[in-house]
């Protein structure tokens, strides 16, 4: 896939949180924004905040209201035509749906997608969890160290 976006992450949240949740988002996938126009607001247990564009250029989310977001993660892409919205989306999440696992772990997507992002080995996953693998258990491990 050919770089033809740049990446929008949350940024740090505060001093004790480390997730939140996405309460609204501002622009519609597709609405071309400014550098520094909000995209999306996220809230934590203390306080809200928004994320804003780093470039000028076209919406694409990856994230739904009232799904927890973590610091460090890409919440939209920024594209730059219009008609590339679709095609870098998918492969987008298809990259980080892409990692392999064999057939006897049972993990759920949400989980899979995690665990690609933070690196976090097949290995690792097998010593620490058994039965369905799910977001949260993942989440354990991010927050291990």
């Known amino acids: 896939m050919s770089k033809s976006f740049v990446e929008v992450s949350v940024n740090s949240l505060g001093v004790n949180d480390d997730s939140a949740v996405v309460i609204d988002l501002i622009v519609n996938e597709g609405d071309h924004v400014s550098v520094g126009d909000e995209l999306v607001a996220i809230e934590t247990t203390k306080s809200s905040f928004y994320v804003e564009a780093t470039v000028d250029g076209y919406v694409v989310h990856l994230y739904n209201i009232d799904d927890e977001v973590r610091v460090g993660e890409t919440v939209s892409l920024i594209v730059k035509e219009k008609t590339d919205i679709s095609q870098v989306k998918d492969e987008y999440l298809v990259k980080l749906k892409s990692v392999d696992l064999p057939s006897d772990l049972n993990i759920t997507k949400k989980a899979k ?12 996953i097998k010593d620490n969890f058994s039965g369905i693998v799910r977001e949260k258990d993942i989440d354990l491990l991010v927050n291990k160290d």
Do not use: C, G, Q
């Open 113 to 124: 997608i995690k665990a690609k992002k933070y690196n976090i080995s097949l290995d690792e």
